[in-house]
């Protein structure tokens, strides 16, 4: 409860007035008098009530458990302030509680620890913003962090945070790794060369001390500068560089510091930093310094304008942001970037000193595992990291247990309620994630205590911990840290060189007990007197990762050699693959021997090429991919059959052969004699048969010629009807050898309410060994596709939507569910017992793992009636649910109907407005799509090919082959590349246009070809807006719905600003208007451009069948199917009719013929031209 200035000087100044403007003699000085009295009577008056009545007598909060050894003025404050921030609510946290403490602050302000899972949801997710930072919090660290992400509020981190996101994206930190590693190589080049000068001196006793915090702030500030803001201030080598100094001096804690900060807690921020101390002015000219060094940047990028791979250009390629703004953005990652992964490093050293064991078996790993910083040749990936089982460990229990920022704050900005308990405005909420991660109610009895291994074995993703809300390091929701994958990525590459290379030790005894460590205060926790430790170079780190035969990546991959790896074939079957083209890499190293057993168990041999025309080099392609995704060198060599003669072979990424000793150690490559599928034939027997264990389960699935299958997999247990689907944690072996039954349907006898199951594509599987020494695979990105059919029908299973070629061309993995529909699925109750939206359960239910997925990284492909993201970040998937209750409001998710793209406009949006056409059920409820009939223009050219319902899905998966349909001219083969690897492209990065350098590797030249003919797909300019049109000849062109929009008289962006409670036009209008509900989705478009304001950062698209499978990119762009399909169908406008005669003369007006509808008995929808690859 801050000091009430306003209201206070308002009330003395009012007070003043009337006792004095009529008093004979009236003076200044009587005034000021008066005016000075009453404002200390009235402070003194307000003092009292909120130091003392209030919090101990009159708060609601007072009965919430808390100490009771409070100071009577001050509460729990004297032991706050003689502590190390969050130090005091650890034991704070020790009192029996239900997930909120009340305890009290200087001056008795009322304080709420919160820690129970539930209540941090609230917090952090459900109600996040109803909680703020403090005014004063925002101030002072304002003023060097800058007004950015980390402080921004409202509306205006909505903003900021949507337009950053891409800087943070997974696709984007892992291109920064060989940038984390070169530093880290040049901090250990540069503290080898300090250690080894010590240790030369005359006066050397053999040991080198080393302040080990001082160096993690240089690393770490060059890191923030390259992969930042693409500028190396060269700390590493320069101690006394400027801002190495700028940052020690504001983030050194002194006493004034602290006099400032409880300033802060009475008196307004400007008037704080106004106060004549010196620390004010540290602050000031610090804060000058790097708000000039990041506008110097800023401007240097703007100049060069060169696109790197750092945030900074990232961020000025979005043009969401003013040089004000990017300025703000550079000082908060300058500070929090660097702060806080150095603090997190300074306290990874002090745990390892303290746990030699633990220190010595990473080392073991990294030396294994990755090349020496020495060897300047060489650099590392994001899964050359990402694949240490201990070293990822060892980073999550460091963050866990000293979490870098121990403490933080937020106060309610209006009456709310948390857990149930009502929370006044003004309420500081104290967060603390030291507490949190090491609270044995969900840690378990060894929550204080450091052990990686809780992190290791399956099912450890979580630590062991009861709920992800256990683990507080990053926060949760919309106001998590943005930056968390970048700073792990730092500080797995920095702790990997500094552990492979340095022995550490602790050089005050003392702190080898941990109670005795002096931990300073304020916004991040380091050793209050730094951390001195005694450092020694360990000799014997071998220099290329090739010496190092234990290294272990994924299990299997299916390499198919020819560069179309989807099942298209000419009618001439030249695209068939013959004996010889694939093969499956065993990615172990072992020795040859070894080699033939390992292909024994997958009912194989050595890859030989026989009856391949093009031989060893047959494979050549995709071991190039191999190298292109830097899996392994560009000399690597891989184990095959010894040929004619009993020597043993190895074939080289390039397809050359090689003799090779019997016993080297090498990844193996094993022939492939699974076939190719088809709709009619899925050998599932049990030479193709896999077992991968996940958690506790062993699912067993099968291969084909392209990829690995696991069908029928159960997400969620058996559901009562009308009760919301549950997570299932499956465990013991499970068959996914055959797709689960569809979800109970009219005309499918073989439905049945058991049916919550999803089917997975995957080109490469972990290794699948449970141990708890484990490598974590490189993951790939997820497609999960939902299926169409109104909500009232469809399958995961429809042979059409088989994912098994986009999985194996586009190298992703691939995941199809089923969910109930129809009045199992989307009945809605009013007895206030029923939620509602049962379906929308099941698709939140569905959890995609089978250890190789990037659930980083995931994208909704959904069928008509279903909502679209254009990539879903999974903290924000809470949002969905309150308390158990999945949300249902127009705000989060729109219901569509109908079958036609354009009509999937929410059905109860037109109830309410009384102007729904006169039979809805009449089109809304149809089965069968043939009833439908075509409406053509008049006088217009007709289509090149009949275009019918869902018949894009063939061309969008590439199933024309799996289905038995050939290629009718020569161009369909190619055309079905090209829009496969488009939507590919954007699974993977988010960005429709394929790298050419990906193509190139892949062998995709057809694809490659026709990109470079037809340009880039840009995107979209609001001022001159332009869409791909997708045929054989593809290009870009403006869009095509502005005539017929002024004919209607609407805008383009009409159906994105209506709400139900806005359809107050006319019914001949809106007769018109259900036809149109998406011409204005063009303005949603992916990969970096504005939404329209009022949809936030929600993507909503109702369109029919796979149109928004294309990921509503398509969709939203604009897909001209043109004159390659033949069976696909799809209009931009739709108007649902009814079986009455209708006046169609305002469709006359437009030009349309309707002399060949009379008499029908239903009127047909209104279809036109095709423009959306449906």
């Given at each position: 409860m801050g000091l009430p200035w306003r209201p206070i000087s308002w009330a003395s100044l009012v007070i003043a007035v009337s006792v004095t403007y009529r008093q004979p003699g009236f003076s200044r000085q009587l005034f000021l008098g008066a005016?000075?009295?009453?404002?200390?009577?009235?402070?003194?008056?307000?003092?009292?009530?909120?130091?003392?009545?209030?919090?101990?007598?009159?708060?609601?909060?007072?009965?919430?458990?808390?100490?009771?050894?409070?100071?009577?003025?001050?509460?729990?404050?004297?032991?706050?302030?003689?502590?190390?921030?969050?130090?005091?609510?650890?034991?704070?946290?020790?009192?029996?509680?239900?997930?909120?403490?009340?305890?009290?602050?200087?001056?008795?302000?009322?304080?709420?620890?919160?820690?129970?899972?539930?209540?941090?949801?609230?917090?952090?997710?459900?109600?996040?913003?109803?909680?703020?930072?403090?005014?004063?919090i925002r101030w002072s660290l304002g003023r060097i962090l800058g007004v950015g992400v980390l402080l921004a509020e409202g509306?205006?981190?909505?903003?900021?945070?949507?337009?950053?996101?891409?800087?943070?994206?997974?696709?984007?930190?892992?291109?920064?790794?060989?940038?984390?590693?070169?530093?880290?190589?040049?901090?250990?080049?540069?503290?080898?060369?300090?250690?080894?000068?010590?240790?030369?001196?005359?006066?050397?006793?053999?040991?080198?001390?080393?302040?080990?915090?001082?160096?993690?702030?240089?690393?770490?500030?060059?890191?923030?500068?390259?992969?930042?803001?693409?500028?190396?201030?060269?700390?590493?080598?320069?101690?006394?560089?400027?801002?190495?100094?700028?940052?020690?001096?504001?983030?050194?804690?002194?006493?004034?510091?602290?006099?400032?900060?409880?300033?802060?807690?009475?008196?307004?921020?400007?008037?704080?930093?106004?106060?004549?101390?010196?620390?004010?002015?540290?602050?000031?000219?610090?804060?000058?310094?790097?708000?000039?060094?990041?506008?110097?940047?800023?401007?240097?990028?703007?100049?060069?304008?060169?696109?790197?791979?750092?945030?900074?250009?990232?961020?000025?390629?979005?043009?969401?942001?003013?040089?004000?703004?990017?300025?703000?953005?550079?000082m908060t990652f300058l500070a929090a970037g660097h702060e806080t992964t150095a603090s997190a490093m300074t306290w990874a050293i002090y745990l390892l000193c303290l746990h030699p064991d633990v220190q010595s078996r990473l080392r073991d790993e990294v030396r294994r595992n990755l090349p020496s910083p020495n060897d300047a040749g060489t650099s590392v990936s994001a899964p050359d990291i990402d694949r240490l089982p201990y070293l990822s460990a060892v980073c999550a229990e460091v963050l866990r247990y000293y979490a870098p920022v121990p403490m933080t704050l937020r106060e309610a900005v209006r009456d709310t309620t948390v857990d149930g308990v009502h929370v006044p405005r003004g309420t500081r909420i104290v967060l603390c994630p030291w507490s949190v991660n090491k609270d044995a109610s969900l840690w378990g009895p060894d929550a204080s205590s450091f052990r990686p291994e809780r992190w290791l074995g399956a099912g450890s993703g979580s630590g062991g911990a009861s709920s992800n809300f256990a683990y507080m390091t990053f926060l949760h929701g919309p106001r998590s840290c943005i930056g968390q994958g970048f700073a792990k990525a730092e500080f797995a590459c920095i702790l990997a060189g500094w552990i492979g290379r340095f022995e550490f030790g602790l050089a005050n005894r003392d702190e080898y007990d941990e109670k005795k460590m002096e931990i300073k205060g304020g916004v991040t926790a380091r050793p209050a007197k730094g951390l001195r430790v005694h450092t020694r170079v360990v000799p014997g780190w071998l220099r290329s990762l090739a010496q190092h035969p234990s290294k272990i990546s994924r299990e299997c991959l299916v390499l198919p050699s020819f560069p179309f790896r989807a099942s298209f074939v000419r009618e001439g079957g030249g695209d068939e693959p013959s004996s010889g083209s694939g093969a499956v890499l065993i990615d172990r190293?072992?020795?040859?021997?070894?080699?033939?057993?390992?292909?024994?168990?997958?009912?194989?041999?050595?890859?030989?090429?026989?009856?391949?025309?093009?031989?060893?080099?047959?494979?050549?392609?995709?071991?190039?991919?191999?190298?292109?995704?830097?899996?392994?060198?560009?000399?690597?060599?891989?184990?095959?059959?010894?040929?004619?003669?009993?020597?043993?072979?190895?074939?080289?990424?390039?397809?050359?052969?090689?003799?090779?000793?019997?016993?080297?150690?090498?990844?193996?490559?094993?022939?492939?004699?699974?076939?190719?599928?088809?709709?009619?034939?899925?050998?599932?027997?049990?030479?193709?048969?896999?077992?991968?264990?996940?958690?506790?389960?062993?699912?067993?699935?099968?291969?084909?010629?392209?990829?690995?299958?696991?069908?029928?997999?159960?997400?969620?247990?058996?559901?009562?009807?009308?009760?919301?689907?549950?997570?299932?944690?499956?465990?013991?072996?499970?068959?996914?050898?055959?797709?689960?039954?569809?979800?109970?349907?009219?005309?499918?006898?073989?439905?049945?309410?058991?049916?919550?199951?999803?089917?997975?594509?995957?080109?490469?599987?972990?290794?699948?060994?449970?141990?708890?020494?484990?490598?974590?695979?490189?993951?790939?990105?997820?497609?999960?596709?939902?299926?169409?059919?109104?909500?009232?029908?469809?399958?995961?299973?429809?042979?059409?939507?088989?994912?098994?070629?986009?999985?194996?061309?586009?190298?992703?993995?691939?995941?199809?569910?089923?969910?109930?529909?129809?009045?199992?699925?989307?009945?809605?109750?009013?007895?206030?017992?029923?939620?509602?939206?049962?379906?929308?359960?099941?698709?939140?239910?569905?959890?995609?793992?089978?250890?190789?997925?990037?659930?980083?990284?995931?994208?909704?492909?959904?069928?008509?009636?279903?909502?679209?993201?254009?990539?879903?970040?999974?903290d924000d998937l809470a949002g969905l649910v309150d308390n158990g209750r999945h949300v249902n409001t127009n705000d989060v998710l729109g219901t569509g109907f109908g079958g036609e793209p354009d009509d999937g406009i929410s059905r109860q949006n037109f109830v309410a407005t009384g102007c729904m056409a006169r039979d809805p059920k009449g089109c809304?409820?149809?089965?069968?799509?043939?009833?439908?009939?075509?409406?053509?223009?008049?006088?217009?050219?007709?289509?090149?090919?009949?275009?019918?319902?869902?018949?894009?899905?063939?061309?969008?998966?590439?199933?024309?082959?799996?289905?038995?349909?050939?290629?009718?001219?020569?161009?369909?083969?190619?055309?079905?590349?090209?829009?496969?690897?488009?939507?590919?492209?954007?699974?993977?990065?988010?960005?429709?246009?394929?790298?050419?350098?990906?193509?190139?590797?892949?062998?995709?030249?057809?694809?490659?070809?026709?990109?470079?003919?037809?340009?880039?797909?840009?995107?979209?300019?609001?001022?001159?807006?332009?869409?791909?049109?997708?045929?054989?000849?593809?290009?870009?062109?403006p869009f095509g719905d502005a005539d017929k929009c002024a004919v209607l008289g609407q805008p383009l962006n009409y159906w994105e600003n209506t709400t139900p409670s806005q359809h107050d036009f006319d019914p001949d209008i809106c007769h018109r208007a259900v036809g149109l509900p998406h011409l204005v989705s063009r303005q949603l478009l992916p990969h970096g451009i504005k939404r329209h304001p009022s949809r936030n950062d929600l993507w909503c698209s109702t369109s029919c069948s796979v149109g928004v499978g294309l990921m509503g990119m398509f969709r939203t762009l604009g897909i001209h199917d043109a004159n390659v399909l033949p069976t696909t169908s799809y209009s931009e406008n739709t108007l649902c009719t009814t079986k009455q005669r209708r006046d169609f003369q305002w469709m006359e007006d437009l030009g349309y013929d309707q002399s060949h509808n009379q008499g029908v008995e239903r009127p047909p929808l209104l279809l036109q031209r095709v423009t959306f690859f449906q």
């Open positions: 005016f000075a009295s009453s404002w200390l009577l009235s402070f003194l008056g307000w003092a009292v009530w909120a130091i003392f009545l209030w919090p101990k007598l009159f708060s609601s909060l007072r009965s919430l458990p808390g100490p009771n050894d409070n100071h009577w003025l001050m509460g729990q404050f004297p032991k706050i302030g003689a502590e190390a921030t969050g130090l005091p609510m650890m034991e704070v946290n020790t009192i029996p509680h239900d997930g909120i403490i009340r305890y009290l602050g200087f001056l008795n302000q009322e304080r709420l620890l919160i820690s129970s899972p539930k209540a941090l949801s609230e917090v952090l997710v459900t109600r996040n913003y109803d909680f703020e930072k403090p005014n004063s509306d205006e981190h909505r903003f900021q945070r949507k337009n950053l996101m891409p800087a943070f994206a997974f696709r984007h930190v892992k291109d920064l790794y060989p940038v984390f590693w070169n530093k880290a190589r040049e901090g250990v080049a540069a503290l080898s060369e300090h250690v080894s000068k010590a240790a030369a001196a005359p006066d050397s006793t053999g040991s080198t001390v080393v302040e080990i915090s001082g160096w993690a702030s240089r690393v770490t500030l060059d890191i923030i500068g390259v992969a930042g803001l693409g500028r190396d201030f060269g700390a590493v080598r320069d101690p006394n560089n400027p801002l190495t100094k700028t940052y020690e001096s504001v983030f050194k804690p002194n006493k004034q510091a602290q006099i400032l900060a409880i300033l802060g807690l009475l008196l307004p921020g400007p008037i704080v930093s106004a106060l004549p101390l010196k620390r004010n002015g540290d602050i000031a000219e610090a804060s000058s310094v790097i708000r000039a060094t990041c506008r110097e940047l800023i401007q240097e990028k703007k100049a060069n304008k060169t696109r790197g791979i750092d945030i900074l250009s990232v961020a000025l390629e979005s043009g969401a942001f003013t040089d004000d703004n990017l300025v703000d953005q550079m190293v072992q020795d040859q021997a070894s080699a033939l057993k390992a292909c024994g168990q997958l009912s194989e041999a050595l890859w030989s090429g026989e009856g391949e025309e093009l031989s060893f080099a047959s494979l050549k392609t995709s071991l190039t991919y191999e190298v292109y995704q830097k899996n392994y060198p560009s000399n690597a060599k891989f184990w095959i059959a010894s040929g004619d003669g009993c020597k043993c072979r190895a074939i080289g990424t390039d397809g050359s052969l090689h003799r090779q000793k019997c016993s080297d150690r090498l990844p193996v490559l094993c022939s492939q004699s699974a076939p190719v599928s088809s709709a009619t034939a899925d050998v599932t027997s049990s030479s193709f048969q896999v077992t991968q264990k996940v958690g506790d389960a062993q699912f067993t699935g099968y291969r084909d010629f392209y990829t690995w299958k696991f069908r029928g997999v159960r997400y969620a247990p058996t559901a009562q009807r009308f009760d919301y689907s549950t997570t299932l944690r499956p465990k013991g072996s499970i068959s996914a050898l055959t797709a689960g039954a569809d979800c109970l349907q009219h005309n499918a006898p073989e439905s049945s309410d058991d049916c919550l199951f999803l089917n997975i594509w995957t080109t490469s599987l972990p290794a699948s060994t449970g141990g708890r020494t484990q490598a974590k695979p490189a993951l790939k990105p997820v497609l999960v596709y939902i299926h169409g059919g109104g909500y009232v029908e469809g399958s995961g299973k429809n042979g059409n939507l088989d994912l098994t070629n986009i999985a194996s061309r586009g190298d992703i993995v691939a995941v199809s569910i089923n969910y109930r529909l129809g009045n199992t699925g989307m009945i809605a109750f009013n007895d206030g017992i029923h939620k509602g939206n049962i379906a929308l359960g099941d698709q939140i239910s569905a959890n995609v793992d089978l250890g190789e997925g990037e659930l980083d990284l995931f994208h909704l492909a959904l069928d008509e009636g279903n909502l679209v993201r254009e990539a879903v970040d999974l809304a409820n149809v089965k069968d799509d043939l009833v439908l009939e075509q409406v053509l223009v008049l006088n217009n050219s007709v289509h090149e090919y009949f275009r019918c319902h869902g018949g894009s899905q063939l061309t969008m998966f590439g199933n024309y082959r799996r289905v038995g349909l050939g290629d009718r001219d020569g161009r369909d083969q190619d055309f079905s590349r090209l829009v496969l690897d488009y939507w590919a492209s954007f699974v993977r990065s988010g960005d429709p246009n394929p790298a050419e350098s990906f193509l190139a590797a892949r062998g995709y030249n057809s694809t490659l070809a026709e990109v470079k003919k037809s340009g880039e797909w840009k995107e979209v300019d609001p001022e001159a807006p332009e869409w791909m049109i997708l045929e054989a000849d593809s290009y870009m062109a």
